[in-house]
């Protein structure tokens, strides 16, 4: 029996499946069809596709710094490179601001990081209970397993649901704030624009990014990923699912008129709706660890609104358990 069972595969649910797996035996479980959590990689064919979540990483701290640039050396991870256009007048541009992506696609650090652990995806869990010492977990499926450790890394809404009457701390009462984002992903025919990215000024578009300008793959198509504000998604996303059209055109509509690409037939639109985002305002806790019933949770909303912050949260979260 593995001792630890780690829900989602995500920088967070990665991070600490592979710290936990050199003193435990560790099993990981995802509703997703595959590795990343909101940084995944929505494939066309083998090569193509879009960074549909996570566009780029910038780090901050020394400690993930210094985890980014050994995955650069693993050639895991590289630069993005180019002419990135920052639109947004109200917001300082940082100088140095270095954009790294994975070389294949921005799920590769889970990717990398769940290399030997033993991954099960489309495996939703729904059920938590603490009996005698153990975790019993049923999954959407009806299948219940059983482990001795739980550490779970969803976003705090989806937290709330499964696990609030097994966590002793303040921050499971507190009104912790997910802004929503919505994605669409055009094919278009090639045209003659020579910029990776733009940020823009704008209340409905903020950001987006050609695919193509991050050279892993040669195409004669363009792939652009456009991400909308996250006032204008927090208004449109409990009905995005029945508004996908529509909400895609109005973001197409915006980037064609604001990079002044000529408009031109769209070949492919897809459409993803990010309801829980991100969250803006840390907490007090990095991550939380109750030891009298095994139970982890780690993720990047207690500590910020990027990847970064769920890589902390889970490296405090296996700073606790060690202890
Ligand atoms: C549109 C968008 C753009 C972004 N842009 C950037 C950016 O440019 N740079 C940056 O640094 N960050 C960016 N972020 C933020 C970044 O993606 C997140 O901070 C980071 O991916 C969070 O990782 P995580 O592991 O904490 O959570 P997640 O990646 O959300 O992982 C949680 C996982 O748990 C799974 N899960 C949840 N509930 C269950 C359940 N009941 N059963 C089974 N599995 C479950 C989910 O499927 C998911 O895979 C962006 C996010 C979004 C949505």
Same mark, same amino acid.
């Given at each position: 029996?593995?001792?630890?069972?780690?829900?989602?595969?995500?920088?967070?649910?990665?991070?600490?499946?592979?710290?936990?797996?050199?003193?435990?035996?560790?099993?990981?479980?995802?509703?997703?069809?595959?590795?990343?959590?909101?940084?995944?990689?929505?494939?066309?064919?083998?090569?193509?596709?879009?960074?549909?979540?996570?566009?780029?990483?910038?780090?901050?701290?020394?400690?993930?710094?210094?985890?980014?640039?050994?995955?650069?050396?693993?050639?895991?991870?590289?630069?993005?490179?180019?002419?990135?256009?920052?639109?947004?007048?109200?917001?300082?541009?940082?100088?140095?601001?270095?954009?790294?992506?994975?070389?294949?696609?921005?799920?590769?650090?889970?990717?990398? !990081? &769940? @290399?030997?652990?033993?991954? %099960?995806? =489309? *495996?939703?869990?729904?059920?938590?209970?603490? /009996?005698?010492?153990?975790? #019993?977990?049923?999954?959407?499926?009806?299948?219940?397993?059983?482990?001795?450790?739980?550490?779970?890394?969803?976003?705090?809404?989806? !937290? &709330? @649901?499964?696990?609030?009457? %097994?966590? =002793? *701390?303040?921050?499971?009462?507190?009104?912790? /704030?997910?802004?929503?984002? #919505?994605?669409?992903?055009?094919?278009?025919?090639?045209?003659?624009?020579?910029?990776?990215?733009?940020?823009?000024?704008?209340?409905? !578009?903020?950001?987006?990014?050609?695919?193509?300008? =991050?050279?892993?793959?040669?195409?004669?198509?363009?792939?652009?990923?456009?991400?909308?504000?996250?006032?204008?998604?927090?208004?449109?996303?409990?009905?995005?699912?029945?508004?996908?059209?529509?909400?895609?055109?109005? !973001?197409?509509?915006?980037?064609?008129?604001?990079?002044?690409?000529?408009?031109?037939?769209?070949?492919?639109?897809?459409?993803?709706?990010?309801?829980?985002?991100?969250?803006?305002?840390?907490?007090?806790?990095?991550?939380?660890?109750?030891?009298?019933?095994?139970?982890?949770?780690?993720?990047?909303?207690?500590?910020?609104?990027?990847?970064?912050?769920?890589?902390?949260?889970?490296?405090?979260?296996?700073?606790?358990?060690?202890?």
């Amino acid at each position: 029996m593995s001792n630890v069972c780690v829900i989602g595969s995500g920088i967070s649910g990665a991070t600490i499946a592979n710290l936990l797996s050199k003193k435990y035996s560790v099993d990981l479980f995802d509703k997703a069809r595959g590795p990343g959590g909101r940084a995944s990689f929505k494939r066309l064919d083998q090569l193509k596709g879009f960074d549909h979540g996570t566009q780029y990483i910038s780090p901050k701290t020394p400690a993930f710094k210094k985890f980014i640039n050994e995955l650069i050396k693993k050639k895991i991870l590289k630069k993005w490179g180019g002419k990135h256009l920052f639109l947004n007048q109200f917001k300082k541009e940082k100088k140095n601001h270095t954009k790294i992506i994975g070389c294949k696609g921005n799920n590769d650090i889970s990717k990398y !990081l &769940l @290399k030997s652990i033993n991954c %099960y995806f =489309k *495996n939703e869990l729904k059920k938590i209970d603490y /009996k005698q010492k153990k975790w #019993i977990l049923t999954f959407a499926d009806g299948q219940k397993k059983i482990y001795e450790k739980l550490i779970l890394t969803c976003p705090f809404p989806q !937290l &709330l @649901k499964l696990s609030k009457k %097994y966590i =002793k *701390n303040p921050f499971i009462n507190k009104k912790i /704030k997910m802004d929503a984002n #919505i994605t669409a992903m055009i094919v278009i025919k090639k045209t003659n624009n020579n910029i990776s990215s733009y940020f823009f000024n704008d209340k409905i !578009l903020g950001w987006a990014a050609k695919e193509n300008s =991050k050279k892993r793959f040669k195409s004669n198509l363009d792939l652009w990923t456009l991400q909308s504000t996250y006032n204008w998604a927090n208004k449109k996303i409990n009905k995005n699912r029945e508004n996908k059209e529509l909400n895609s055109k109005v !973001l197409i509509d915006k980037f064609f008129k604001l990079t002044e690409i000529k408009k031109t037939k769209i070949l492919l639109t897809l459409n993803h709706g990010w309801k829980y985002s991100s969250n803006s305002s840390p907490l007090k806790i990095k991550s939380y660890w109750n030891s009298s019933v095994n139970l982890g949770v780690c993720a990047d909303w207690f500590v910020g609104p990027r990847l970064e912050a769920g890589w902390i949260s889970a490296n405090d979260l296996y700073r606790k358990i060690k202890k």
